[in-house]
DNA sequence: CACTAGGATAGTG
DNA sequence: CACTATCCTAGTG
């Protein structure tokens, strides 16, 4: 009979319903390389002005704040600097109305982008209109601050929102003196080796883990001060995020996304950065897929809006987690402690290889070559086999003797090593047996559903996506 | 022999 | 139900 198929093995792997606890061992879900808090640092804090939180928890030992350039201007110009953003001038050219702009927190500044949005300052506080998308800017990005969903049921009765620009002011400032404290001012970044923070940190903490165990003091503080900050931002993008599910309605775990949430959450985003809209189509996909984008393929498919849209799933994917842990630069993924799923030895991915350096990389693809992969392993065992295939494509400097594209514009790819591009696509899908030919048979199903489609000239091992699973 | 093509069925979420 | 994973038969170069 042919109830022999004992090749099946128990699988426990969540789908895309799940939730996310039982990640597989090489499920990346956080911000788990640097690049990821470089994002996070770009949108949220560092990178931004004068941040409305608006409901920023009360902080009760709060000092007189001091005034808004005079003291700290030494201190955002230093974080601008070192971020490599232009130090904002919060100059009042309005006469004797001050103002301040509020930007939304596009954090490549390359696109098209909306104009800032002036706001009257007043006294400590200051009242935020409404904006096109009627949800007040958040440095995070992500949709912010109202202190419950029913505010949005009644539009008239919230047209203005008040920021605590003290409460702003004096939480960056407290965190920037710290910083600066520790370290003299104006060495402190070197000191600390802040410059861009996320991209270093591998080295720094491999320096000085190298270096001296016991760590002089210096190194040891060094952690904690990022953490710190990273903390906070971590602390705010949460309940940002949590507030932008409310409305939308959607989960916080991008990965639970159905394509219609992602509609959603697309829409939302490009509305709150008030971004050029994108075609839905080229987003029509479940928050499993979305997830799996790589940030050159949002660029290809918004170029305007992609990198926004892609820092901001960013934030989304962090926030996810309930902690953040110190020192997340370690190679320890940042995965809330859990048991290793059964099926693959959580080991086994570091002894191969060859199938340990996977697809993981590759997530970072060719866009900023570490973004949302770093040395994380990639992704979910929820992953589709064509977005697979492309995240295989997306590093051709590590996958491309068995991968590759032979026309990038239209799609059009060729697997050079059949065998090893089947030992990938089932070690990531935890199917031992997996092999060219189930493989090619999944292929071709797309044949169907029209994700992919023959080549003009059929030639042994190419295949070619259909528009726009190509972007 | 390696691959293509596609039907059928089972498993999973 | 969608999306594979698996098995299988038939055909191609």
Request: proline share 11%; hydrophobic share 30%; with cysteine.
């Amino acid at each position: 009979m042919d109830t022999v198929r004992t090749t099946h093995m128990p699988q426990t792997v969540p789908r895309s319903g799940c939730s996310p606890p039982s990640a597989s061992p090489g499920e990346r879900t956080v911000p788990a390389s640097p690049a990821d808090l470089h994002h996070l640092l770009r949108v949220l804090g560092a990178a931004s002005p004068p941040e409305p939180m608006l409901h920023s928890p009360p902080n009760p030992h709060t000092k007189p704040p001091p005034p808004y350039p005079e003291d700290n201007s030494g201190f955002l110009e230093r974080l601008y600097d070192f971020e490599g953003y232009p130090t904002p001038s919060p100059s009042s050219d309005e006469g004797s109305i001050p103002t301040v702009a509020l930007q939304p927190p596009s954090p490549y500044n390359s696109f098209q982008y909306s104009p800032p949005v002036y706001v009257k300052e007043e006294p400590n506080r200051l009242p935020v209109p409404e904006f096109a998308s009627p949800y007040p800017l958040s440095p995070s990005g992500s949709c912010v601050s109202y202190s419950s969903y029913h505010q949005y049921s009644s539009p008239a009765s919230h047209h203005e929102e008040y920021i605590d620009i003290e409460e702003l002011l004096k939480k960056r400032i407290r965190y920037c003196k710290k910083v600066s404290n520790r370290r003299q001012d104006t060495t402190f970044q070197k000191r600390l080796n802040l410059r861009p923070i996320p991209f270093e940190l591998n080295s720094v903490k491999m320096e000085e883990s190298s270096g001296g165990a016991g760590g002089t003091g210096d190194d040891t503080l060094v952690a904690p001060d990022i953490d710190g900050v990273l903390s906070m931002a971590i602390e705010q993008s949460k309940r940002d995020v949590d507030n932008t599910c409310t409305v939308l309605g959607i989960s916080p775990d991008p990965l639970q996304w159905s394509a219609e949430d992602v509609q959603s959450w697309v829409m939302f985003t490009l509305q709150h950065f008030r971004l050029a809209p994108v075609p839905a189509e080229y987003f029509a996909m479940d928050g499993v897929a979305l997830v799996a984008l790589t940030e050159e393929e949002f660029n290809r498919r918004a170029p305007l809006a992609g990198s926004t849209l892609y820092a901001q799933l960013e934030i989304w994917k962090a926030a996810r987690h309930e902690t953040w842990r110190p020192a997340p630069w370690s190679e320890q993924e940042q995965t809330s402690p859990k048991p290793a799923p059964p099926g693959l030895p959580s080991a086994d991915d570091m002894s191969d290889d060859e199938d340990s350096e996977s697809v993981s990389a590759s997530a970072a693809g060719a866009g900023s070559g570490v973004s949302a992969g770093g040395k994380a392993k990639s992704g979910s065992t929820h992953i589709h086999l064509w977005q697979f295939l492309k995240e295989l494509l997306a590093s051709p400097q590590v996958h491309g003797s068995a991968i590759r594209w032979l026309d990038r514009s239209n799609g059009v790819f060729k697997i050079e090593d059949s065998v090893r591009v089947a030992r990938l696509w089932g070690k990531r899908k935890n199917r031992p047996a997996m092999n060219y030919d189930k493989l090619s048979r999944s292929i071709r199903q797309y044949y169907k559903k029209g994700i992919m489609k023959k080549t003009e000239r059929s030639q042994r091992l190419v295949y070619q996506f259909c528009h726009p699973y190509c972007l």
